[in-house]
């Protein structure tokens, strides 16, 4: 019953939202905290003994001719620390909505805590149609969030979110039909057993590649990522970059574990794709003017290292992705979070106008300095210790080409320190700041996850130490 | 256990100043408490006689990461530096930073430093080397710009930083390198299993280069006269007696490595170049802060020398005392820019004589010409002897040279300071009193000079020939200074030519950074266009000729979000079809 709690109670959070709107904020936030509270108790339940799936729940849904479409939940290390995340993150993404969004709240809060309980599917689901059903929820809801709260150029992004990322989602489902025509089944665990014939595998993994690249996003198939992000309200980026742009690469992994041959071939393949991302990401931060954008395509950046983790292929490898995953998640959701309050606070994004922020606002500015200095990879911070993995496992895997993306990290501090010098630091008289109260909360607790993690790696790593194990 | 608390005292004054009500002085006198700890903490580490150890952190894939601490003279002397230097530097924090609003964050900052600091220079594995090594970048970063109203400051530091994350990339790569040719981390097995091979070559560059980015040596080295844009007391501790010395201490680390990796020859070449540039610079640079900022680079190059021609202890030794004459010199220059209110060393009107200010200035001056009796004679003319002993006639040139440019440059530098009859304004206690103390350490730390060499198990190898040589060429650098800038030579057909110009303009590197830093940033600007212009474009065109989804959709845009939920409903009905038809 554990892990259905996390679609249960973001759920019926969403239908009392919705249902009694003068409480709506009220009702998200308690679900949200429950949903973090049933995180929390849940981690005395799961044995990081265990390598193969746990917690499982599984009950017959569907009799498809012959294919048995199950509710089937489980998780294993490489999962449960999403689950976790999602839980925690949609405390922050409530908190956050409290202070921005004032229009329409019943609604919005219902598709809030509705995407919530999706993407947390995402990562429990261990049936294929039950996989892409709430992948395709978390797409809508992503969606109607854009472009029912989002900013002046909502319809554009939104459409043109849906657009990429409901062709990824095509080839998602072609892929899932593939697997299922070859493999008779759509569980993961079954499927799991069975081996496909080559040239199978290819065609599987080139699908995935499509579905899941757009996703992640990975370089040329990023630039939803920006508009979206630039449009979207503050909660719906802290989802889109904390947790969404996992469940591409978090599919890659799952997905991807069931073609072993066709992955250890399309290693290198998928290794220099990452470090193109991740240069790229960084050049292209490099001369961004809009504080959203910046961090958008620093996500894209970040997601760079996660492919280069995932190329490894090895458990070295794959702990540093998933901890890149928990990090990014964590740093990414922090610095939208900042920007969401500063752009509520001055009404711009645009960086030469922030000049001077941190007189003004000296709190939000220092949280933004040192959210910076987790996400360009400082040590006590979990950026640090991820990226730190992900090169070490690099090193061991593709040898001196590994300097490519170590040259990324310098880029990456070349933006971050221009960040803080333009829009951060300084003096500007001409800045005019908004009288609304900050809470500092949110920021705090991201913070805190960040540095626990960051100087405690263990606490992580025991979690996820025994699915990777080869 | 008592070994892995040397950082201790100050991580706690950092969270003191965190959490730290007001009156902020108070944290200052902390940190000097906590300085005055720790040293005790180094003795008696030493006097335990214990090896260190190390402690299980965290596992990833069978890989241990410890933090563990190293207890050799090595780690011990940098240690004993930031310990002792950190307490004068505190102490004089409280008198000098008064003016400043943002003092807590100020004390949190510099022992963030200071522990990160101690806990490079204990560890005995690289991943803890290297994760306090970025705490120390991050630490200098923010104590450079921590008047982050100014332009100069910012742009400082982020030039500073950035410098040094480029060292980071490359130490990080050397790290992993080694890793690779020898299985671990930790340093004294690396050491021990040392050989010369392709592996072990390229991760000694690697490591030479980080070493140079926090050393600032060429072609690393032009952000630390920017970096003079920091507080003074910050300049006196980190960008002068311990944070610059963090590259040498690595260095020092790694020689046994370097030099069965056949690199000595780099370290050489490295410092013969930065000790004739940072000569030149010197001569010809105007801000009180900066002169000393070159003399730093250049002093950093004699032991780097040093350590390239195998003189390790001689090296070490220059060290420790450059540490101490220059936290002397640095400290002494913030008292003298508070009476002066310039920074510009041809318009300080101070008055030469008995006084305090004058006699440690002098004292601090006269160590780094490397003139006897001081502390800076002994160590620098360990070091010529090291080199005469070579009998390679160029190093000698070199080295002759510099010896007479560095008393030159330091006595224009003084001698323009103290050249007039000025007033004498009242200067805190807490600034002043570090100064006698300091100065007396400079006298009389050549008495030390038996005891540092039988500690390392070496002898102090001087000869009477290289004592009088470099002392006649100090005199002739000091004579010369004094001719120009107290009798007042006509050297203007030097000051004017193109060649004191080329000094002045840095010798150019400057502007090449800067030219590299502008492309790197143009070639951003170029590709934020094709982001948008070329590679969006073609990907939204190919996925809207490749897609059906994309074309049906388009008939959608209607705002509506009921339309799209209803598509959304539509389509999945359709792919639950699909699939019953197509199994």
């Known amino acids: 019953m554990m892990l259905s709690l996390f679609l249960i109670i973001p759920l019926l959070g969403a239908i009392a939202a919705y249902a009694v709107p003068r409480m709506s904020r009220h009702i998200a936030l308690a679900a949200a905290m429950a949903m973090a509270a049933v995180g929390l108790l849940s981690l005395s339940l799961f044995d990081t003994g265990i390598k193969t799936l746990q917690l499982i729940e599984k009950i017959p849904w569907l009799d498809l001719g012959g294919f048995t479409v199950s509710y089937h939940l489980g998780v294993d290390g ?161 989802l889109l970059a904390g947790v969404m742009l996992k469940m591409g690469a978090y599919g890659l992994l799952r997905l991807g574990s069931l073609v072993p041959d066709a992955i250890a071939a399309a290693s290198p393949f998928l290794f220099w794709m990452g ?42 490898g794959i702990t540093g992705v998933v901890f890149e995953m928990v990090s990014h998640g964590i740093l990414a959701a922090l610095l939208f979070a900042l920007a969401g309050v500063v752009h509520q606070q001055t009404g711009t994004f645009d960086l030469g106008s922030l000049h001077g922020l941190i007189r003004k606002m000296p709190k939000v500015g220092w949280f933004m300095v040192v959210a910076s200095f987790g996400a360009l990879g400082l040590p006590s911070m979990t950026g640090f210790i991820a990226e730190f993995i992900i090169i070490f496992a690099s090193f061991q895997e593709f040898g001196m080409f590994t300097l490519v993306p170590l040259a990324g990290m310098i880029l990456a501090g070349g933006y971050f320190l221009r960040l803080l010098a333009k829009a951060v630091f300084g003096r500007n008289d001409r800045l005019a700041i908004g009288e609304q109260r900050v809470s500092m909360l949110p920021f705090g607790l991201l913070l805190a996850a960040s540095f626990l993690l960051g100087l405690l790696p263990f606490l992580l790593i025991d979690i996820i130490r025994a699915s990777v194990l080869t | 256990m008592i070994e892995y608390l040397i950082p201790a005292p ?24 906590a300085g005055l700890v720790t040293l005790a903490l180094v003795y008696l580490t030493w006097r335990s006689g214990t090896p260190g150890g190390e402690l299980e952190w965290f596992a990833v894939a069978g890989t241990m990461f410890t933090w563990s601490v190293m207890v050799d003279q090595l780690s011990l002397l940098l240690a004993g530096i930031v310990a002792g230097i950190g307490t004068f530097i505190f102490l004089y924090s409280v008198g000098y930073m008064d003016a400043s609003e943002e003092l807590r964050r100020y004390y949190a900052e510099l022992a963030l430093f200071a522990t990160s600091m101690l806990a490079v220079v204990m560890s005995a594995n690289l991943f803890q080397l290297f994760f306090a090594w970025e705490l120390v970048g991050v630490s200098s970063y923010l104590l450079i710009g921590y008047w982050h109203d100014r332009k100069t400051a910012i742009a400082a530091a982020r030039k500073a930083f950035i410098t040094i994350i480029i060292g980071d990339a490359f130490l990080l790569a050397g790290i992993f390198l080694l890793w690779k040719g020898y299985g671990t981390f930790a340093i004294a097995p690396i050491l021990e299993a040392a050989r010369a091979d392709t592996i072990t070559t390229i991760a000694g560059l690697f490591i030479i280069i980080g070493a140079i980015s926090k050393s600032a040596q060429f072609p690393l080295h032009a952000w630390l006269p920017d970096a003079m844009e920091g507080p003074t007391p910050v300049s006196a501790f980190l960008h002068s007696a311990t944070m610059v010395k963090a590259g040498l201490f690595l260095v020092a680390r790694f020689l046994p490595l370097l030099a069965i990796a056949g690199l000595s020859p780099v370290l050489i070449i490295i410092a013969v170049i ?90 601090g001056a006269l160590a780094l010409a490397g003139l006897p009796p001081l502390s800076g004679f002994f160590s620098k003319d360990a070091i010529f002897e090291q080199i005469l002993h070579t009998g390679n006639a160029a190093l000698i040139l070199v080295f002759s040279i510099a010896i007479i440019m560095s008393a030159a440059y330091i006595s224009r530098w003084y001698l323009l300071i103290f050249r007039r009859n000025g007033s004498v304004a009242h200067v805190h206690w807490q600034m002043r009193a570090p100064l006698p103390i300091l100065a007396a350490l400079v006298v009389f730390g050549g008495l030390i000079t038996g005891m540092f060499y039988s500690w390392w198990d070496s002898s102090a190898s001087a000869s009477l020939f290289a004592g009088v040589l470099s002392t006649i060429l100090a005199l002739a650098g000091f004579g010369i200074a004094y001719a120009i800038y107290w009798r007042g030579m006509d050297i203007n057909w030097l000051s004017r030519s193109s060649m004191a110009e080329f000094f002045r303009q840095r010798f150019l590197l400057d502007d090449l950074g800067s030219a590299l830093a502008s492309a790197v940033q143009g070639i951003g600007k170029a590709m934020v266009w094709v982001d948008t212009h070329i590679v969006d474009r073609t990907v939204v065109g190919v996925g809207h000729m490749l897609s059906a989804v994309g074309a049906l959709l388009r008939r959608f845009i209607s705002g509506h979000p009921t339309n799209y939920l209803f598509a959304f409903v539509i389509g999945f009905i359709i792919i639950i079809i699909t699939l019953r038809f197509v199994l």
């Open chain 1, 78 to 238: 490489i999962s449960y620390p999403m689950v976790l995340l999602t839980a925690f993150l949609a405390v922050v993404a409530v908190l956050v909505s409290r202070r921005e969004v004032h229009t329409r709240e019943a609604p919005y809060y219902a598709i809030l805590l509705g995407d919530v309980a999706a993407i947390a599917g995402v990562f429990m689901a261990q049936d294929l149609v039950m996989f892409f059903v709430f992948w395709e929820a978390v797409l809508v809801l992503t969606f109607l969030l854009i472009l029912l709260w989002g900013g002046e150029n909502r319809k554009y992004a939104s459409m043109k979110f849906l657009i990429f990322t409901g062709l990824g989602s095509a080839f998602l489902l072609i892929a899932i039909i593939m697997l299922a025509v070859y493999g008779k089944s759509v569980d993961l665990v079954t499927l799991a057993g069975t081996t496909l014939p080559l040239e199978a595998q290819y065609a599987f993994l080139a699908l995935l590649v499509l579905a899941f690249f757009i996703k992640m996003p990975i370089v040329p198939f990023h630039t939803w990522l920006p508009d979206a992000h630039v449009q979207a309200p503050t909660a719906g980026s802290i």
């Open chain 2, 10 to 33: 100050f991580l706690l004054v950092m969270i003191a100043a965190l959490l730290w009500p007001r009156r902020s002085e108070y944290v200052g006198y902390l940190g000097a408490a």
């Open chain 2, 274 to 363: 930065t000790i004739i540039i940072s000569a030149c610079m010197a001569l010809v640079e105007n801000d009180i802060k900066r002169v000393l900022a070159y003399s730093t680079m250049n002093q950093l190059a004699f032991i780097l020398l040093a350590f390239g021609l195998g003189a390790t202890v001689a090296g070490l030794y220059h060290l420790l005392n450059h540490s101490v004459f220059k936290a002397l010199l640095f400290m002494a220059a913030g008292v003298i820019i508070h009476l002066a209110g310039t920074q510009d060393i041809r318009q300080m009107e101070l008055k030469l004589g008995w006084n305090v200010l004058a006699v440690t200035t002098a004292i």
């Open chain 1, 275 to 316: 470090v193109i991302t991740i240069i790229y990401g960084a050049w292209v931060c490099l001369a961004q003017d809009n504080l959203k954008r910046l961090i958008a395509y620093s996500s894209v950046n970040h997601m760079g290292f996660v492919l280069v983790g995932i190329a490894t292929g090895s458990a070295l």
